[in-house]
């Protein structure tokens, strides 16, 4: 099963939103990028909460999300102003209610990573651009020159925890990340032309290890939903310890640099 991101509306947007201007340098990157500009016609894969979505308000007039997640599609009506008005579809992005070459642009941010069944979603992405329209898979991943924050020990407690306590597959739906060769390969044996491009260099807002555990704990990961109850309660217990008596500088406040990093494919 998908991760069911109706857990996340609670805390998604205090949690996973970006700094002020940062999805505003996506859209302009990506605009950039594939020549497109407030007339494409663009569909956004897993669109959420809106959180990348806003940043094209009024700089497109054709959009159209698309999420499993109607809790989280609830919460873009709260972003809309100036007449913007996105058109929403609660679908799979393996099966998508639109005809064959509808759009100029598909584009999906931190999606990809959950789809078992990505090369499914590619097709369908690809049946439904325009002779030439590009798809733009991106996730924020780490440059590898940037300075490891020091709060990213929690991940490697975390990690180590669950081991302990026999975990060695979390259970969560892994789907395909950019850095796995198997993706550009796949788009390639479809014919499609395919670049790799850093749209843009941001910073992360500030967290520190103490931020980072109590979001372990209250289970803000999509990656511990499928981690039986009182297993991430004894997990959560031995993190919480660990920061009380190990860590250094626990509330030490520390903004990570990130990237859009994006692989796109033209048929
Ligand atoms: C990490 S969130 C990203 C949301 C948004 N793109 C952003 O960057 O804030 C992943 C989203 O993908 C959606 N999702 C995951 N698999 C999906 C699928 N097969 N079809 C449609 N939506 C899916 C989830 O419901 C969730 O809203």
């Known amino acids: 099963m998908p991760a069911n991101y109706d857990n996340a509306v609670e805390y998604y947007d205090a949690t996973r939103g970006y700094r002020e201007g ?10 950039a990028f594939t020549g497109g500009d407030a007339s494409a016609r663009i569909l956004e894969l897993g669109i959420g909460s809106g959180l990348i979505a806003r940043a094209f308000q009024p700089a497109a007039q054709r959009y159209v999300g698309i999420d499993y997640s109607l809790g ?47 090369r499914e979603c590619i097709n369908e992405a690809r049946r439904l651009l325009r002779r030439g329209g590009a798809l733009v898979i991106a996730e924020n991943i780490a440059p590898a020159d940037a300075a490891r924050p020091p709060w990213a020990i929690v991940q490697d407690k975390w990690d180590e925890i669950l081991s302990g306590l026999g975990v060695q597959d979390d259970g ?20 499609a032309q395919v670049d790799a491009v850093d749209l843009l260099r941001y910073l992360e807002k500030a967290v520190s290890p ?25 997990a959560a217990r031995a993190l919480q310890d660990w920061l009380a008596r190990d860590c250094q500088a626990p ?10 990093r994006a692989l796109t494919a033209r048929w």
């Open 22 to 31: 940062v999805v505003e340098r996506y859209r302009d990157a990506l605009f």
């Open 72 to 118: 989280m599609m609830r919460l873009i009506a709260g972003k809309l102003d100036g007449g913007f008005s996105p058109l929403l579809a609660q679908a799979d992005a393996r099966y998508l209610p639109f005809s064959a070459g509808c759009f100029d642009l598909v584009h999906a941010a931190r999606v990809f990573h959950h789809l078992q069944d990505w």
């Open 172 to 191: 969560a739906d892994h789907g395909i990340w950019l850095t796995d060769d198997a993706m550009r390969q796949y788009m390639e044996s479809t014919g």
């Open 210 to 234: 103490r931020i980072m555990v109590e979001r372990r704990a209250a289970g803000m990961f999509s990656s511990d939903w499928s981690l039986p109850a009182a297993l991430h309660q004894e």
């Open 251 to 260: 509330d030490e406040m520390v903004e990570r640099e990130m990237l859009f």
